[in-house]
């Protein structure tokens, strides 16, 4: 297994395996929301709402991923403070995608109201920007404060 996947093995904890798919799902949702607005176009709308939900259930094995590799984190000092924002808003992303999900495949097919449909876009620029904001402090823990990063290992390679 480490023959075949050295990195996977290299790795100290799974969080980085299970955090892109929230992003890039959310992302998506997002853009398809814009194309249905500007296209004009219905089924693009259901796509939106079909690749939040899978965004929503994506974030569960981040978060839980996430709450596993903490321990990896000082319990104080500037890498805590910066683990503790990312976890605030990776959380506070993880909830507002399943509300605005559940909001999209069940209460939008029933009222499609213009100030509905407005305040579901709305959210999903809210919870990309959480996103964007989330994932940018957890690439400062890694590649600013080297959380999880065998520090041993990589410098017996260089
Ligand atoms: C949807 C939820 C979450 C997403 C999308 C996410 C995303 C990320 C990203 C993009 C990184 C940078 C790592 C890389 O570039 O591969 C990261 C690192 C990290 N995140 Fe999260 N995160 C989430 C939830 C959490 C939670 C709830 C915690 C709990 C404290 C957490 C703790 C950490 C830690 C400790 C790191 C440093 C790298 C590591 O130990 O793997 N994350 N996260």
Same mark, same amino acid.
């Not at 798919?21 to 799902?25: D, V």
């Not at 993880?94 to 559940?102: E, P, R, V, W």
């Given at each position: 297994m480490g023959a075949l996947f050295p990195g996977l093995k290299a790795l100290l904890n799974y969080h980085p395996l299970f955090v892109h798919?929230?992003? =890039? !799902?959310w992302t998506a =949702? !997002?853009?398809f929301e814009l194309a249905a607005r500007a296209l004009k176009r219905e089924e693009f709308d259901r796509t939106a709402c079909a690749v939040l939900a899978l965004g929503a259930l994506a974030a569960v094995p981040a978060v839980f991923s996430g709450w596993s590799a903490q321990a990896s984190v000082p319990d104080s000092g500037p890498a805590n403070e910066i683990k503790e924002l990312h976890e605030n808003l990776m959380i506070t992303a993880?909830?507002?995608?399943?509300?605005?999900?559940?909001v999209g495949l069940f209460v939008l097919p029933r009222k499609p109201t213009a100030m509905l449909r407005a305040a579901f876009l709305a959210g999903l620029l809210v919870l990309c920007g959480l996103m964007a904001a989330g994932a940018d402090r957890g690439a400062l823990l890694v590649y600013h404060y080297g959380t999880s990063v065998d520090w041993s290992a990589a410098q017996k390679q260089q």
């Open positions: 798919f929230p992003i =890039a !799902l =949702a !997002l853009l993880s909830i507002l995608s399943g509300i605005l999900a559940a």
